[in-house]
């Protein structure tokens, strides 16, 4: 006979988990026959896990090895628990580690009939003394506890093993379906301890752009989520309506016109940490909701942003991990100035094989058409979206570390300054890292009548059926005719930034709770 259990069905799983509710809500009942509330108001721990784990190992340098004299309080999710007769052990988490409580009925007297409704994922607060058991495991001596949560329905916790011989206890994750993990993050983030290390980190790197910004005279500022007119992007947007106003809206792409308004308004260096929309397909890379950092400087050009660029990324990385390479799709990548550089039409003939200089619109799109791509799809391409497509296929790919792509075409770069020397050209970069843009500059175009210019040529395009173009937003020229000074700009995906430092293979990782599709 085999010792196999068949998985269940998800019709039986279904049932199995409304008699599990079923269950506890009953618990619930008796609980509060009992004249236990159980869910309470508050509750102020003394000490978290690691906390109260530090301070009995001074405790033990001081006094040996000795019960502790100080009482104190500590609260968690309870994770396991095994009754051993007149007394009950459990463990309890919290975002520090855990702990092991000890309760014994001549501790609790009546109150110890209390455990046997208190379950694991359920949330208690306990208060006691500190020892180590015979077993060696420094636990807490629970003279009083309180329920402060029941779970209805308990967490996916997986299966515990503890070495025999070293002592070190492995968790097997009961929550591994990733759909699942995305749609239910709380379960995920409560299951899986090295989830919420990512979102710590994550909060470590926006905390550390931040001081380092603000450190270097930036003022951080916020600007209009709804937009009466979209920008600073080439992307399709989401669009919504205004009632009051009777108007449409749309959600905004990009931050920069609003943010170069500032500069003309004299504010000289600015930037914003915030949410941006784009209606665009999902993949590991995309997710129609995500997070930018934009900043915009007085008096810089591209060099100038370049270098503050590798400052601003080998400060960050330092900080969050030491110095040390970042680990992401089975590269070892080192933030190190200077990063390597190429001009964007060098980068396609040496990486790529393809001369662009010495094609025209048709030897541009026969190239596009090796790549896969039908005549229809590359019939409305301008030269511009032919070029990217050339460069995102034949060489983005093969850029793993840290490399400047420089000087792009002037179709491609509606909203930055001509190339000194070469008008065909703009100064304008973007930073390619593990194969994929993780940012993009530009020495800024404040000449209005170059500036309407662009925005012409890219209603033309739309014209001719390019979904992501930049409309020309008069608002925007009339801020610039008041003078705009030379100015760089830059703009970062944090989340791609998060993706790389944490190792994580898809945005899903590292965005809360990214989008999906309905269930």
């Given amino acids: 006979m085999s010792d196999e259990t068949t998985a269940l069905t998800p019709a039986e799983q279904a049932l199995a988990d409304e008699r599990v509710v079923a269950d506890r809500v009953a618990k619930l009942a008796r609980l509060r026959d009992r004249g236990v509330e159980p869910y309470a108001y508050s509750f102020a721990p003394t000490h978290s896990a690691a906390e109260a784990l530090d301070a009995f190992a001074a405790h033990e340098e001081r006094a040996g090895a000795e019960e502790m004299a100080e009482r104190v309080r500590i609260a968690g999710r309870v994770v396991s628990k095994r009754v051993m007769g007149k007394s009950t052990f459990a463990h309890v988490a919290d975002r520090t580690g855990r702990i092991q ?36 495991e420094v636990s807490l001596r629970v003279s009083s ?21 070293t002592g070190e206890r492995r ?56 937009q009466p007119l979209y920008g600073g992007a080439l992307a399709r947007p989401f669009t919504t309506h205004h009632n009051a106003l009777d108007m449409q809206l749309y959600l905004r792409i990009a931050v920069e016109l609003y943010l170069k308004r500032l500069i003309v308004g004299g504010m000289e260096r600015v930037y914003e940490i ?20 934009e900043f915009y400087a007085a008096y810089w050009d591209y060099e100038d942003v370049m270098r503050f660029t590798e400052e601003l990324l080998v400060h960050v990385v330092d900080a969050v991990l030491g110095g040390g390479p970042a680990h992401f799709g089975g590269h070892e990548i080192r933030f190190q100035a200077p990063f390597a550089r190429f001009s964007m039409y060098d980068a396609i003939q040496q990486i790529g094989g393809v001369d662009v200089p010495a094609l025209d619109d048709d030897g541009l799109r026969a190239e596009v058409r090796k790549l896969g791509l039908s005549a229809d799809e590359v019939k409305g391409m301008g ?76 209603k033309r395009l739309a014209l001719a059926g390019d979904e992501e173009t930049q409309p020309l937003d008069e608002d925007f020229l009339r801020a610039l005719e008041y003078g705009m000074p030379p100015t760089g700009g830059f703009g970062m995906g944090i989340d791609r930034l998060l993706m790389i430092l ?18």
């Fill in 502 to 519: 944490s190792g994580q293979p898809s945005i899903r990782d590292v965005i809360l709770f990214p989008a999906m599709r309905p269930e």
């Fill in 383 to 458: 030269r511009g979206k032919l070029i990217d497509e050339l460069f995102g296929a034949l060489v983005e790919p093969k850029l793993i570390q840290p490399t400047f792509i420089t000087d792009y075409p002037r179709e491609m770069s509606p909203l930055a300054k001509p190339k000194r020397g070469n008008p065909e050209l703009t100064e304008r970069f973007e930073l390619m890292v593990a194969g994929k843009e993780l940012l993009n500059a530009y020495s800024e175009l404040n000449d209005p009548i170059d500036q309407r210019e662009r925005f012409e040529s890219q």
């Fill in 145 to 165: 506890f309180e329920l402060l949560s029941k779970a209805l329905r308990p967490l996916p916790l997986g299966k515990e093993e503890v070495d025999a011989e």
């Fill in 171 to 226: 968790v097997y994750s009961g929550f591994t379906d990733v759909e699942a993990r995305y749609r239910q993050r709380y379960a995920d983030l409560a299951v899986n301890p090295e989830v919420r290390d990512t979102f710590v980190l994550r909060a470590k790197v926006v905390s550390t752009l931040r001081r380092f910004l603000d450190d270097h005279g930036f003022v951080e500022v916020e600007t209009p989520v709804l």
């Fill in 274 to 293: 915030g949410r941006n929309f784009r209606n665009e397909g999902l993949s590991r890379f995309h997710n129609p909701e995500f997070t930018m950092l």
């Fill in 101 to 136: 409580l000890y309760f014994r009925v001549n501790d609790l007297g009546e109150r110890y009939e209390v455990l046997d409704l208190v379950e694991h994922s359920d949330w208690i607060g306990a208060e006691g003394t500190l020892f180590r058991t015979r077993t060696g």
